[in-house]
DNA sequence: TGTACATCAGTGAACGCGCGTTCACTGATGTAC
DNA sequence: TGTACATCAGTGAACGCGCGTTCACTGATGTAC
């Protein structure tokens, strides 16, 4: 076994984390096993007690990575109403519907995350707070707290017009739902600039 | 053992399927186990495949009778934008929220449904048309097809609402998200009638 | 420069447990005589 | 009315398997001398 430099753990680290984000929102929290999840990320099952306390720890570490990157993703876009509406419309698409793995967190978790013990729940919230803060900020600079629960339920809108979205069997409908997902998105964006 | 006569088999059955719903609502349809689903019905293990041929036939027809119960629910309400709204204000209440074992199959589960095989994905798109074709008509009598699509994303606004409320640990805030969401599907509702 | 050693990330077998599923069996029943 | 029997819903032990977790061990490393 070779030996590394004392980055060569966190970045192992590093790399579990973000192949168990994927993991999991593939196949569920509960349908991930740990031993999957270490050999996603070309270990073995015994070295993953080197790097977390319990699969719980991991579950909140790699949720609250996956938060930290579509926060990445969401500021990419840029400020203003044009830049959230084509954010609103990358979001509610085909593609991310049909590419968990690559999507939202909360999309692909949020029922199973509701279900988690208190410390995980609270990192998700740490970590949606963050995104959503920092859109608020940029969708109302002169008064972001009040701006904070209006972000916050059009990101629920989006979450469950996906998860729906990609429930249905009835293709046509399910894209029929997206659409009309991004219409009541945007309207409800106007709606609170309006007041 | 007593036997009793041709309705009892069917009695148990049904028994079964309405304790599975709440466990599979409350712990998860992965955190629910076939020794303990048979024990919520007062059986043991084996007594199981007498009655459904494997765990993912019960998760379909489980959930199916849930969305059954729920239609039942919500046509309970008057028709008209009285009603709607009354519906709106019990959905995204607190009291669902606390109470997922009593609640919205769709809230509970959606997104561990999205990961079930297309046989469950389909018993659930069957069922949910019929909740929301219900509602659709009543709320638009003369065009129940077009208000189909507006009645599904306010069900998916709802169901992504009630899910991220219960998944914040702030109390304040996940109060805040629920009042917030009632406006927004309002909003939603008087949007697709207006046009 | 060469050798002995402490370090420590990672290995892989094993722990007890619960999973979904199967099956030989039980025992109260309604029916046949 | 009384006895023998076929029925069949439900029992409970067992199957192989994967779960989360533990631990004795490996072996390449940088360091000490």
């Known amino acids: 076994m070779v030996r590394y430099g004392k980055e060569h753990k966190q970045a192992t680290r590093q790399r579990i ?18 031993a999957t999840l270490m050999k996603d990320a070309g270990l073995t099952n015994g070295a993953f007690y080197a790097h977390f306390e319990s699969k719980e720890d991991l579950v909140a570490t790699a949720v609250s990575e996956q ?6 993703w969401l500021t990419s876009f ?17 593609e991310h519907r049909d590419n ?3 999507g939202c967190p909360s999309a692909a978790l949020l029922d199973e995350l509701s279900r988690c013990a208190d410390p995980t729940k609270q990192a998700y919230t740490d970590s949606v707070l963050g995104i959503i803060d920092d859109i608020a900020a940029r969708l109302s600079p002169h008064d972001p707290q009040s701006a ?3 972000v916050l339920s059009i990101y629920a ?8 979205s990609r429930t249905l069997v009835d293709r046509q409908l399910a894209d029929d739902v997206l659409e009309q997902g991004i219409r009541n998105a ?3 964006l106007d709606a609170a600039s309006a007041s």
Chains 1, 2 share one sequence.
Do not use: C
């Open 78 to 94: 840029e400020p203003g109403r044009a830049g959230i509406e084509a954010m609103v419309h990358t979001y509610l698409s085909p």
């Open 148 to 150: 904070r629960v209006t």
């Open 67 to 72: 938060l930290r990157g579509q926060r990445e």
């Open 100 to 102: 968990p793995e690559d």
């Open 157 to 164: 809108l989006m979450v469950g017009t996906l998860q729906l």
């Open 186 to 188: 945007l309207a409800v």
């Open 17 to 34: 984390i973000e192949t168990a984000g994927r993991r999991f929102k593939r196949d569920g929290i509960d349908g991930s096993g740990v």
